[in-house]
């Protein structure tokens, strides 16, 4: 499973990004997916999640801002940040969790918010 994560960027606080993570390769094993971000100096955390049966999670302080969503036709998870702060800051991770537990990552996003 191979994982391309897209849509970081600059944005101001309050306003809106959008970051999608596309996976391909044997994707039929994926039970589910979810954004973890790292900002620097910091332990990378979980933001939110999807399984396959479409149920979310998400970090507590996260909710109500973000959404994560899953099209699985096309393989692919978005996370909607909506309200961004400048703690937001971070690079921004998707994983998708395979069968017989094997975790894949993708490379990382950058957000990066300014106040």
């Known amino acids: 499973v191979q994982l391309q994560a897209s849509g970081g960027g600059l944005a101001q606080a309050g306003r809106s990004l959008r970051l999608s993570c596309a996976a391909s390769?044997?994707?039929?094993?994926?039970?589910?997916m979810g954004w973890y971000r790292q900002a620097p100096g910091k332990q990378r955390e979980f933001v939110a999640g999807?399984?396959?049966?479409?149920?979310?999670s998400y970090r507590e302080s996260l909710k109500g801002r973000f959404t994560i969503s899953r099209d699985k036709a096309k393989n692919t998870v978005y996370l909607e940040m909506n309200s961004l702060k400048p703690e937001d800051t971070a690079v921004y991770y998707c994983?998708?969790?395979?069968?017989?537990?094997?975790?894949?990552w993708g490379k990382g996003t950058q957000v990066t918010v300014s106040s």
């Open positions: 994983k998708a969790e395979a069968a017989w537990y094997v975790d894949y």
């Open positions: 390769g044997d994707t039929f094993t994926i039970n589910r």
């Open positions: 999807v399984a396959e049966d479409g149920s979310t």
